[in-house]
């Protein structure tokens, strides 16, 4: 909170010769894709969500090209397993026609690739290049659109490089048998099947995802939402390709899930309490809260140090805040929130408190001594408010799925530890800015050249694994530079449009750093609210009333829309947070009687 950012803003294919005479040569560099002109339908060719069909018109060569639809949380994926040389160059190119289509290839065992085009009209041809890593035998070529787009086209695709094949090649596996699925949570599904003969690993099918591998003939899907039925399918893969896909298994995962709401309204008001300090909107004590707030986190808890992870939190000072209550008032009106039942939380961080947990023993204080104040103040739980430098993300880990930074891992174990300290009742929340989330689809960390700031995205992980423990993310929609939505448009805060894609992105997922080998789930949208500031003077990028409004009957009505299309409608949307209830009271209420009169309270 309090502060302002500024963002940081096909290789050519040499044919080998081949010698008819003298020792035997290396196999000539051929195209390994099977039936890339789809001149046999799909055969070879999987198509997430029965999203692929194959057309005689239009068509760039021969007489038939994959037509391909998304729909709801589907892209419209096809993929198909190519059997690959070891420490080999590879060419990947398709004709394609539509907006937003993709072409890529995962597995490379070194740095998977994609290409896409924006642009609907004519064919265009995509292309990309990679090497496979030195054990690398398989890789996953793929095309796919873009979700709410329309069907687009796929013609001529073709792999390029060295030939692997040869006398006495494994075949395929068989495909697996016996699938179940199991729902173990509200967002996580057990898998189990028989194990495949001359298997080496399988890859999970999951529509509208992008596929799973795994090396063990069971695991866990998890990052998924609650009350929902998912139909699973797996093909089983060895050095010679990938077999079919098996009989389709389904479950429905369960109610609930991050603490089952944490006990909040259906649609939650959310605020800062200066509780530490004034910040020139003057001191509001905690029994002045008007009832409209449903979640009071209070600001700051702050660390010692940077580093001690030693967490401190002392109320406002009487030479700053003349009218503070003392700690025994302040103590029995969190009581008498509660009773009637409201959240209290203590925040973590904000602008000046930076929060960096690099050793272990600084993650085990930071749990101690957070505890401790929820301890002697009787909260609900706590919101996590790093900011700054508190996050950010080493060199070398660009898998927000599987993270390695010390201060991203031991944030991680820390609130899990808190968690399970406290048990099911445990309120959770975070309060990222955009700059930490949502940039995450253009950049992740410094990148796998180096070079990009390493904060890029750097709440991805934290929120990633928190997420079956996550009551509420609500992203700072302000004090934000220009942020690109799912549309690929840079979209500025100030108004409706602004909340509308960066909710809209949290509400789908999204790919990091445009991988989409690499998405992020979307969260339920009973997780998620609008982080905004109460008035012009709490931070840039005030919306006014009827623009707050206007985002959400677009979000949750799919009306006032504008421009952007949203990729759902999500009447279930948590609600708004606030910076500040002391900003809101200075403004004489405005923010907070706006949502009490949205939303009927």
Known sequence: ??????????????????????????????????????????????????????????????????????????????SQSVTVKPDSTYTLAAWVQ??????????????????WTQTPGAWKQLTTTFRTGPSTTSVTVYTHGWYG?????????????????????????????????????????????????????????????????????????????????????????????????????????????????????????VGYLHASFANGSGYVRMADVP?????????????????????????????????????????????AKQAAGKKVLISIGGQNGQVQLSTTAARDTFVSSVGKIIDEYGLDGLDI???????????????FRAPTTPVVVNLISAVKTLKAKYGAGFVLTMAPETFFVQLGYQYYGSGPWGGQDPRAGAYLPVIHALRDDLTLLHVQDYNSGPIMGLDNQYHSMGGADFHIAMTDMLLTGFPVAGNTARVFPALRPDQVAIGLPATVNAG???????????????????????????????????????????????????FSRNFDAYFGG
């Open 1 to 78: 909170m309090r502060r302002t950012w500024s963002l940081l803003t096909a290789a050519a294919l040499a044919a080998a010769a081949f010698l008819a005479a003298g020792p035997p040569a290396a196999a000539a560099d051929a195209d390994l894709v099977r039936n890339g002109g789809f001149e046999a339908g799909l055969d070879g060719w999987s198509c997430s969500a029965g999203s692929g069909a194959v057309v005689t018109t239009p068509v760039h060569g021969g007489g038939s090209a994959l037509r391909a639809t998304p729909a709801g949380q589907d892209n419209a994926r096809c």
């Open 98 to 115: 539509g907006a937003y289509v993709y072409l890529g290839a995962s597995g490379t065992g070194t740095t998977d690739v994609s290409a």
């Open 149 to 269: 787009q329309p069907a687009h086209l796929t013609d001529d695709l073709t792999l390029i490089g060295p030939d692997p094949g040869g006398p006495g090649q494994p075949q395929p596996p068989a495909a697996p048998t016996g699938l179940t699925a199991t729902a173990t949570s509200s967002s996580s599904v057990s898998l189990n099947w028989s194990a495949v003969p001359g298997a080496t690993s399988y890859t999970v099918h999951r529509d509208g995802a992008a596929p799973l591998s795994v090396t063990s003939a069971s695991t866990a899907v998890t990052g998924l939402a609650a009350s929902t039925t998912y139909t699973f399918r797996v093909s089983a893969v060895n050095a010679a390709g990938e077999s079919p896909q098996s009989a389709p298994a389904s479950a429905t995962t369960t109610a609930g899930g991050g603490g089952d709401g944490g006990g909040l309204p259906a649609h939650a008001l």
């Open 291 to 335: 009832d409209s707030w449903d979640v009071v986190n209070l600001a700051f808890g702050e660390p010692t140090s940077v580093t001690s992870g030693d967490i401190r939190f002392r109320l406002c000072p009487v030479a700053e805040c003349p009218n503070v209550e003392s700690p025994a008032e302040f103590k029995a009106a969190i009581k």
């Open 385 to 399: 408010d790093f900011e700054g430098h508190s996050l950010s993300l080493a060199t070398g880990d660009t898998d």
């Open 540 to 590: 840039n990028g005030h919306t006014a009333p009827a623009e707050v409004n206007r985002a959400l009957n677009c979000l949750t009505r799919k009306t006032d829309c504008g421009n952007y299309q949203t990729h759902g409608t999500w009447p279930a949307l948590r609600g708004l947070m606030t910076w500040s209830i002391n900003w809101d009271r200075f403004g004489g209420w405005e």
